[in-house]
């Protein structure tokens, strides 16, 4: 029987940094807050965006979604299984076949 704890303190090894879901939030929070910087700190022309400060509320929502992001990684983690059972090989599948270059 295969359990998905660690060896160490018996508690499940989780994806923790590696997780996909947490660089995609950071990137997003990143770019959420220089937006928001420079829809604070920035110019803002609004005869070019009907009067709305498009890169705060651009910058605004991309940081609700990063923070989105971690908090879907943190509530539901990825169990890394601790170990992984190789296929066994399969006698009638043909072996790969190196390339040679043609001969001239």
Same mark, same amino acid.
């Given at each position: =029987? ?12 989780? %994806? ?9 939030? %950071?990137? =997003?929070?990143?770019?959420? +807050? ?5 829809? &604070? ?22 940081? %609700? +979604?990063? &923070? ?37």
């Amino acid at each position: =029987m295969s359990t998905t704890t660690s060896e160490t303190d018996g508690r499940p090894k989780k %994806a923790g940094l590696f997780d996909i879901r947490n660089i995609i939030g %950071a990137l =997003m929070a990143l770019y959420g +807050v220089i937006l928001a910087l420079a829809g &604070l700190f920035g110019e803002h022309e609004p005869e070019k965006t009907g009067g709305v400060n498009a890169n705060l509320w651009t910058g605004v929502a991309l940081l %609700a +979604v990063g &923070l989105g992001f971690f908090a879907w990684a943190k509530i539901r983690p990825i169990v890394v299984p601790p170990d992984v059972d190789r296929p066994d090989d399969d006698p009638t599948r043909p072996a790969p076949q190196r390339k040679r270059p043609p001969a001239h």
